[in-house]
């Protein structure tokens, strides 16, 4: 029940592992969460981000909770002591999260009261269009395409039957050298 102050401790994924017909107990305490918050803003103006869905994740594999930033932008949350991390789940407006958030671990401790996160600077986005072309010069009709930095893709569209592309969402500032079709 997320509304309780604790949260299990799944073990490890390597422990988990049997063999048919095997059987081995898996203790799963409940420790108690450290309550966190912070704020979704964007970064070019300051401006506070409303009806973002973050996701605060901590512990083991999906392990996290989720919430969703009020008319300041702010959020809060529930984790376990440790390594955590957040990633925009739904951004309303013309924003972005870039980079990897996945891999930028902020740690928690247990016994400190309210942990403050660092603020998710959000930027702005552009439309980005082109022309996909075969190698032999001719329009690729009904690909889809997306842009790539990165471990990122942005920018999803579909090409029409003159090869024409338009790929909303991709952040301002980033030029696309590489794109993802298929």
Same mark, same amino acid.
């Given at each position: 029940?997320?509304?309780?102050p604790?949260?299990?401790?799944?073990?490890?994924?390597?422990?988990?592992?049997l063999?048919?017909?095997?059987?081995?107990?898996?203790?799963?305490p409940?420790?108690?969460?450290?309550?966190?918050?912070?704020?979704?803003?964007?970064e070019?103006?300051g401006k506070?981000?409303?009806?973002?869905?973050?996701s605060?994740?901590?512990?083991?594999?999906?392990? +996290?909770?989720?919430?969703?930033t009020d008319?300041? +932008?702010?959020y809060?949350?529930?984790?376990?002591?440790?390594?955590v991390n957040?990633? /925009?789940?739904?951004?309303?407006?013309?924003?972005?999260?870039?980079?990897?958030?996945?891999?930028?671990?902020?740690?928690?401790?247990? +016994?400190?009261?309210?942990?403050?996160?660092?603020?998710?600077e959000?930027?702005p986005?552009?439309?980005?269009?082109g022309k /996909?072309l075969d190698?032999?010069?001719?329009?690729?009709?009904?690909?889809?395409?997306?842009? /790539?930095? +990165?471990?990122?893709?942005?920018?999803?569209?579909?090409?029409?039957?003159?090869?024409?592309?338009?790929l909303?969402g991709?952040?301002?500032?980033?030029?696309?050298?590489?794109?993802?079709?298929?």
């Open positions: 029940d997320d509304r309780l604790v949260r299990p401790r799944l073990p490890d994924r390597s422990l988990s592992a063999l048919e017909g095997e059987t081995v107990p898996i203790e799963i409940l420790e108690m969460a450290v309550p966190v918050h912070g704020v979704v803003r964007a070019d103006t506070p981000i409303a009806g973002a869905t973050v605060v994740r901590h512990g083991v594999g999906r392990q +996290g909770d989720q919430a969703v008319e300041q +932008g702010r809060r949350a529930h984790v376990l002591a440790g390594d957040m990633q /925009l789940i739904h951004i309303p407006g013309d924003y972005v999260q870039t980079g990897e958030p996945w891999k930028k671990k902020h740690s928690v401790l247990a +016994g400190v009261g309210e942990v403050e996160l660092p603020p998710i959000l930027v986005v552009t439309r980005v269009a /996909l190698s032999a010069g001719k329009p690729m009709v009904g690909v889809r395409i997306n842009g /790539l930095v +990165g471990n990122r893709r942005y920018g999803f569209g579909q090409t029409d039957e003159r090869g024409m592309f338009s909303p991709v952040p301002e500032g980033i030029i696309l050298v590489r794109f993802g079709v298929w």
